[in-house]
């Protein structure tokens, strides 16, 4: 159990400019999920998957976000044309799904700050 | 929409304090509330709490659920500077797939 890994740990982007971030959660794990957390908020939630299928997606994400999940294994969270209200910590999460109660397992986060 | 409302927002404490932090929610369809301990990046799990009355324990950490009230408590004793994080209430409800979480309360233990 290597834990769940985010990649890169700090992005730091132009305003307008395109990023990719990766997630490759505990192996076993089903379910991934993306939040996002700015300084003294707690996180709040974008997406999930359930294996490959995208379950849910905050109505707060604008469509210049987007997320996949190919063959059920790691995801990538694509922010289009940042803007600055974008910096934030994003954070990925994954859990197994076993009889309908989960915890969490989360990444270390990718800390983005858009100029 | 499901809510989550942390109480202190911040704590400071002296080593051996005993501390009591507070989470009320509202959800529709309550299935658990989880508490999460986040040190530096990554917040990492500490109790699950489904029914009401019984409490979790965990070392010098417990937890209780009150369903009817719609609140829980985490309480740490004979603090340590290690204890020092920030502690997120969170809940899930049934009918979504996703935890919803409060905005935390920072502790922090001095020496």
């Known amino acids: 159990d290597t834990g769940v890994s985010q990649d890169p740990r700090h992005k730091i982007t132009k305003r307008g400019q395109n990023v990719t971030f990766r997630c490759d959660p505990i192996?076993?794990?089903?379910?991934l999920y993306w939040y996002r957390q700015t300084l003294g908020q707690g996180p709040e939630f974008l997406t999930y998957?359930?294996?490959?299928?995208?379950?849910?997606k905050s109505r707060l994400l604008s469509d210049r976000f987007s997320a996949e999940r190919p063959k059920g294994s790691f995801s990538t969270l694509e922010i289009q044309r940042t803007e600055q209200g974008d910096s934030a910590m994003y954070l990925c999460?994954?859990?197994?799904?076993?009889?309908?109660?989960?915890?969490?397992?989360f990444g270390s986060g990718t800390q983005l700050s858009v100029l | 929409e499901d809510k989550v409302v942390q109480s202190p927002l911040s704590l400071v404490v002296h080593e051996g304090d005993t501390v009591t932090l507070n989470c009320s929610y509202e959800?529709?369809?309550?299935?658990?509330l989880l508490w999460y301990k986040q040190e530096k990046k990554a917040p990492t799990f500490l109790f699950m709490l489904?029914?009401?009355?019984i409490e979790k324990k965990s070392g010098r950490l417990s937890s209780i659920l009150d369903k009817k009230e719609l609140f829980s408590i985490l309480n740490i004793t004979a603090t340590q500077t290690g204890d020092s994080a920030i502690y997120l209430c969170?809940?899930?409800?049934?009918?979504?797939?996703?935890?919803?979480f409060g905005d935390g309360t920072t502790l922090t233990v001095k020496p």
């Open positions: 999460a994954s859990s197994p799904t076993t009889g309908g109660f989960e915890k969490l397992f």
């Open positions: 192996s076993e794990h089903n379910r």
């Open positions: 998957f359930q294996n490959e299928a995208q379950l849910e």
């Open positions: 959800v529709t369809n309550f299935r658990s």
């Open positions: 489904t029914s009401s009355g």
């Open positions: 969170a809940v899930d409800d049934t009918n979504a797939g996703k935890s919803t």
